[in-house]
């Protein structure tokens, strides 16, 4: 299963939809979320990878945004978790599913033994969820299995990013891709602060994307824009479901909506040269102007200022040579509104 970022087009963002543990453990609907994605047109479905018992401690606390999206402010994390895990047969039938629906198979592990899970199941691109960003033993066993790696930044300062890639690079010469990211559910608007990934790209070299937890879909295009090269969003089937992610994820026509004006922007963004175009150029005579005579004028005539004006069509002498007709002796009679020539004087 090809689990690379592989850029088939100049300029092409890798886009991530990210199902993360929005089947609610039921295999179907992982299926079908695998559906969305393929239909989306996305390159990559990830989901995650873990063992409840081997991520959280059974004193850990749910994050304030789980409690409102489970509607159950009295289990704990681990509960929660232990009913959204997949289980080892559950990653080889959806790995399967993907290359049928021909979307590559990804997913995120938060534990040692996830990765090396995923490792066995011939993935080469890991990603480092931002939970994970100060867990050195983590880290250091990414380094050690992954030919590419993507890292997920939210909650951290420039300095943890230093440390991170620092820990990978001590290991691992494989491509890092960092992403820019905020872990709250939703982002606030204001909170997205998306100039820092230029900040990320300047300081460590690398090439940056956007993780995005905002509502809607204008900030990850936005993102692009400023030079993502890859975006991940997560998505459900529906909003209203149960669990802890839903709510702040994309249903389906929003995620083919996303992918869609992601791919024309790719196109828009273009070269850099300014140039006419190639869609362009036929409205050049259409919409500029020539120089035109303004009266009637006989042959030996001395043109005048007063003489002429600047009508289209654009396909006669540029107005920008408005000056040097000035005084020119015209060869022959000509009537108003005609469009002079080079030929028409001396």
């Given amino acids: 299963m090809e689990t690379q970022l592989n850029k088939s087009e100049m300029n092409k963002t890798l886009i991530i939809a990210e199902a993360g543990v929005n089947h609610n453990g039921d295999i179907e609907t992982a299926k079908k979320l695998i559906d969305a994605a393929a239909d989306a047109g996305v390159d990559y479905v990830k989901f995650q990878t873990f063992k409840a018992s081997k991520l959280v401690s059974k004193q850990a606390k749910k994050a304030s945004y789980q409690n409102i999206n489970t509607g159950n402010t009295t289990e704990s994390q681990l509960e929660m978790l232990q009913k959204l895990e997949l289980s080892e047969a559950d990653h080889y039938l959806l790995l399967d599913y993907c290359r049928q629906k021909q979307v590559n198979f990804f997913s995120t592990a938060f534990d040692l033994d996830s990765l090396d899970f995923l490792n066995s199941l011939g993935l080469t691109l890991f990603k480092i969820p931002s939970g994970e960003l100060t867990n050195l033993p983590y880290l250091e066993k990414v380094a050690h299995i992954a030919q590419e790696i993507i890292i997920s930044t939210g909650m951290s300062t ?4 230093a440390e991170t890639i620092t820990a990978l690079k001590q290991i691992s010469k494989a491509k890092i891709t960092v992403l820019h990211c905020n872990t709250e559910y939703p982002t606030p608007y204001a909170d997205v602060n998306l100039l820092a990934m230029d900040t990320i790209r300047q300081k460590f070299d690398v090439e940056v994307g ?5 509502l809607g879909i204008e900030v990850p295009i936005a993102a692009v824009a400023l030079g993502a090269t890859v975006i991940e969003k997560h998505f459900t089937l529906d909003k209203t479901l149960p669990g802890p992610d839903h709510a702040a994820s994309l249903e389906p026509a929003e995620l083919k909506a996303m992918v869609t004006s992601i791919r024309n ?8 040269i300014k140039e006419p175009s190639p869609s362009e150029i036929k409205n050049i ?5 020539s120089i035109h005579l303004k009266t009637n004028k006989r042959k030996g005539d001395k043109l005048q200022e007063e003489d002429l ?13 408005f000056r040097s007709l000035i005084g020119k002796i015209l060869l022959h009679d000509l009537p108003l509104g005609h469009k002079l020539l080079l030929t028409d004087f001396v």
């Fill in 309 to 321: 004006e600047m009508l289209r069509p654009g396909d006669g002498i540029s107005p920008m040579k």
């Fill in 265 to 272: 922007l790719e196109k828009a963004i273009g070269n850099s």
């Fill in 285 to 289: 005579a259409i919409a500029r102007k």
């Fill in 158 to 161: 420039m300095n943890e990013i």
């Fill in 210 to 214: 956007y993780s995005d937890h905002t």
